[in-house]
């Protein structure tokens, strides 16, 4: 190839070089890092740092030393540093290579990486805010999740979730009906917020008389507290689980009465059998059981004494010899017929 | 119907239509003066979210943010024209035509009293 023509490639590939917008290109010498070329744009975002490139070194920040290891190890070493160009720093990556191991020469190509750098901080910022929002949904979601715990029983609330929809349940199973004697008057003499307070005291109790003994509350209406064992879980000893609750809820009663100033008298009682167990509704739902024994559950306690439980003969006689059968009679159940009934007390007393 | 942010290329899009907009307000002497000491990085970031509300995407901007984001800092309506005009110059430079434009000049608009 004659000069003048490796004289016009020369011109091309510089004007070639100086035409590139977005990256600095410079080539220097790797010994002594005096520049040999840089293209404009080089030049002109490098000239706010240093009047003019000579040398490499007159960049701030070059580690000369890790420039040297970087290119025997890695062949090639990247750097990250800020030009301040007119007023506001702009910053740059500057990445060395090696050009040509004959002539030993780097190629240090660099980019305005304003925008890649602009890009990363806006996305932080939004993983951030997402961090936040699912903070926030979790926070919200556990709080519904609570809600419905209290109106369904765990196992329920899994399948509803899961499936949108909870099938019913039907088990053998038993039933507490729990009432406050002469409630209407209480609530007719008493300040309401004390009298709330009150119960809402025993109520929460009865709750952890219920989990202590597997059983599961099913709802309050009024001044009733319906509770049941074998339900949605299966419970082969339901109706020992039920009259130990049951005989709790009495000691609590006791106990609490023998200091309180206002005293609470409850009747309970207890049947068992096959029980419905379902989720009502549409908008308003709630967890709800059905069957004989819950309507029987309910005319028992109606006609319990004061603080007694109330069972079917049939349903004491499951339990063995842990608790003692007073007062056996027949009595005439609305709706059922002629039933052998009996007062339930322990033996011993069971305490939570 | 799909929203104008998702139209122009979702949050990459914006956010580099955004960070093309910074540059042209800091070149303009102008405006540039409201940003000697802003955080640049920030305020595209803030920015993405608050154009993508406007374009129907993700994020928010709510009037009381951009009211307490530019108290005490004496912009004239004036200025306000210029970053106005430099948003929609960088936003037709990007693609956006007539109608969609529109939109987005008038919402702009709507927050002049927020921000003067």
Same mark, same amino acid.
């Given at each position: 190839?004659?000069?003048?023509?490796l004289?016009?490639r020369?011109?091309?590939?510089?004007k070639a070089f100086n035409?590139?917008?977005? &990256?600095?290109?410079?080539?220097?010498?790797?010994?002594?890092?005096?520049?040999?070329?840089a293209?404009?744009?080089a030049m002109?975002?490098?000239r =706010?740092a240093?009047n003019?490139?000579?040398?490499?070194?007159?960049?701030?920040?070059?580690?000369?030393e890790?420039?040297?290891?970087d290119? +025997?190890?890695?062949?090639?070493?990247?750097?990250e540093?800020?030009?301040?160009?007119?007023?506001?720093?702009i910053p740059?990556r500057?990445?060395?290579?090696?050009?040509?191991r004959?002539?030993?020469?780097?190629?240090?190509e660099?980019?305005?990486?304003?925008?890649?750098?602009?890009m990363?901080?806006?996305?932080?910022?939004?993983a951030?805010?997402?961090?936040q929002?699912n903070?926030?949904? !979790? !926070?919200? !979601?556990?709080? %519904?999740?609570?809600?419905?715990?209290?109106i369904?029983?765990?196992t329920i609330y899994?399948e509803w979730?899961e499936?949108?929809l909870? #099938?019913?349940?039907?088990?053998?199973?038993?039933?507490?009906m729990?009432? @406050?004697?002469g409630?209407?008057?209480?609530?007719?003499?008493?300040?309401p917020?004390e #009298?709330?307070?009150d119960?809402?005291?025993i109520?929460?109790?009865f709750?952890?008389?219920?989990?202590?003994f597997?059983? +599961?509350?099913?709802?309050?209406?009024?001044?009733?507290?319906?509770?049941v064992?074998?339900?949605p879980?299966?419970?082969p000893?339901?109706?020992? %689980?039920?009259a130990? $609750?049951a005989n709790?809820?009495?000691?609590?009663?006791t106990?609490?009465?023998?200091?309180?100033e &206002?005293k609470w008298?409850?009747r309970?009682g207890?049947? *068992?059998?096959?029980?419905i167990g *379902?989720?009502?509704?549409?908008?308003?739902?709630?967890f709800?059981?059905?069957g004989?024994?819950?309507?029987? /559950?309910? !005319?028992?306690?109606?006609?319990?004494?004061?603080d007694?439980?109330?069972?079917?003969?049939?349903? /004491?006689?499951?339990?063995?010899?842990? @608790?003692l059968?007073h007062d056996?009679r027949?009595?005439?159940?609305? =709706?059922i017929?002629?039933?052998?009934?009996?007062?339930?007390?322990?033996?011993?007393?069971?305490?939570? | 119907?799909?929203t104008? @942010?998702k139209?122009?290329?979702?949050?990459?899009?914006?956010?580099?239509?955004?960070?093309?907009f910074y540059?042209?307000?800091?070149?303009d002497?102008q405006?540039?003066v409201?940003?000697?000491? $802003?955080?640049?990085?920030?305020?595209?970031a803030?920015?993405?979210?608050?154009?993508?509300s406007?374009?129907?995407?993700?994020g928010?901007?709510?009037?009381?943010t951009?009211r307490? $984001?530019?108290?005490g800092?004496?912009?004239?309506?004036a200025?306000?024209d210029?970053?106005?005009?430099?948003?929609?110059?960088?936003?037709?430079?990007?693609?956006?035509?007539?109608?969609d434009l529109d939109?987005i000049a008038e919402?702009?608009?709507?927050?002049r009293e927020l921000?003067?």
């Amino acid at each position: 190839m004659s000069d003048a023509r490796l004289e016009e490639r020369f011109e091309h590939f510089v004007k070639a070089f100086n035409a590139i917008r977005t &990256h600095g290109i410079v080539i220097a010498q790797a010994d002594t890092l005096d520049v040999k070329f840089a293209n404009e744009w080089a030049m002109h975002r490098l000239r =706010g740092a240093v009047n003019a490139i000579t040398n490499l070194t007159d960049i701030e920040d070059i580690d000369q030393e890790k420039l040297a290891a970087d290119i +025997e190890s890695k062949g090639k070493y990247v750097l990250e540093t800020e030009f301040r160009f007119v007023k506001r720093p702009i910053p740059l990556r500057l990445t060395f290579t090696r050009l040509t191991r004959q002539d030993d020469l780097l190629l240090l190509e660099f980019a305005d990486i304003t925008k890649e750098k602009r890009m990363n901080f806006a996305l932080d910022t939004y993983a951030r805010d997402l961090e936040q929002q699912n903070a926030d949904l !979790r !926070r919200e !979601r556990d709080r %519904s999740e609570k809600l419905l715990l209290n109106i369904m029983p765990p196992t329920i609330y899994e399948e509803w979730k899961e499936h949108g929809l909870a #099938m019913p349940v039907k088990n053998d199973a038993s039933v507490l009906m729990m009432d @406050f004697v002469g409630f209407s008057s209480i609530s007719l003499e008493r300040d309401p917020a004390e #009298m709330i307070g009150d119960m809402n005291d025993i109520f929460a109790a009865f709750d952890k008389i219920c989990e202590h003994f597997g059983c +599961e509350r099913i709802k309050t209406l009024g001044d009733s507290y319906i509770a049941v064992s074998g339900l949605p879980v299966p419970q082969p000893n339901h109706e020992q %689980s039920i009259a130990r $609750a049951a005989n709790s809820f009495v000691h609590y009663i006791t106990k609490r009465n023998a200091d309180a100033e &206002h005293k609470w008298n409850l009747r309970i009682g207890l049947a *068992s059998g096959p029980i419905i167990g *379902s989720i009502v509704g549409i908008q308003k739902f709630v967890f709800d059981v059905f069957g004989m024994p819950v309507n029987l /559950a309910a !005319r028992l306690e109606s006609i319990s004494e004061e603080d007694q439980i109330t069972v079917p003969v049939e349903f /004491a006689e499951r339990l063995g010899d842990e @608790f003692l059968r007073h007062d056996i009679r027949t009595e005439e159940i609305k =709706g059922i017929g002629e039933v052998d009934i009996c007062t339930l007390q322990a033996k011993t007393k069971t305490t939570p | 119907m799909t929203t104008l @942010f998702k139209k122009y290329g979702g949050f990459a899009a914006v956010h580099d239509i955004m960070s093309t907009f910074y540059d042209k307000v800091l070149d303009d002497p102008q405006p540039a003066v409201f940003f000697d000491d $802003a955080d640049m990085e920030q305020l595209v970031a803030h920015q993405t979210k608050f154009v993508s509300s406007l374009m129907g995407g993700p994020g928010e901007a709510p009037d009381t943010t951009l009211r307490a $984001a530019h108290q005490g800092l004496a912009i004239g309506d004036a200025d306000f024209d210029r970053v106005a005009e430099l948003l929609l110059e960088t936003l037709t430079e990007a693609g956006m035509s007539g109608g969609d434009l529109d939109i987005i000049a008038e919402v702009v608009g709507s927050k002049r009293e927020l921000i003067v």
